[in-house]
């Protein structure tokens, strides 16, 4: 993965973060699905029916979250494993759940000091659009949206201090 320049784990400012939450993306979907991302040119709100998390916790407690549609999930299993669109509907949510972690070790690999200060927990997927979520953050989640095959996806960090 690409080097960057490294932020201290402890700055109260995260929203410097955003662009190393962009390029940890970016690189996980480059490597694990051959493909690019893109940048929406207009606001992006999706119907999202697909959401994964992984809890951090050490010297930074928080969650990532991925949210995307179902097909969309669907179509990166496709694509991490090889197969049609159709067989990779089984292992959509497996799929799902193994992005965000990788998103989420890449990322904090990438903060100085927190790669070895922060685990990472065991994904969860939750399927369905009529759920909130609850976090103990301190402060407005940090966002990234950006388009999968023209279909929109948000990764989003809640940290608690």
Not at 124 to 129: A, N
């Amino acid at each position: 993965m690409k080097s960057v320049n490294e932020l201290p784990a402890d700055n109260r400012s995260h929203e410097e973060w955003v662009p190393i939450m962009e390029l940890a993306t970016r690189e996980v979907f480059e490597m694990m699905l051959g493909c690019q991302l893109a940048a929406p040119e207009i606001a992006v709100d999706g119907t999202f029916d697909a959401t994964s998390m992984v809890g951090l916790a050490g010297k930074m407690c928080g969650v990532l979250s991925f949210s995307c549609e179902g097909k969309s999930a669907t179509l990166m299993a496709s694509k991490m494993l090889g197969v049609e669109a159709a067989e990779g509907s089984r292992e959509a949510l497996d799929a799902l759940g193994e992005i965000c972690n990788m998103v989420a070790g890449n990322f904090k690999n990438k903060v100085a000091g927190l790669g070895e200060g922060c685990m990472l927990s065991v994904p969860t997927v939750i399927t369905g659009k009529n759920f909130s979520l609850h976090s103990m953050a301190d402060s407005a989640a940090l966002e990234v949206r950006l388009l999968f095959e023209g279909m929109p996806i948000v990764i989003s960090l809640a940290i608690h201090s």
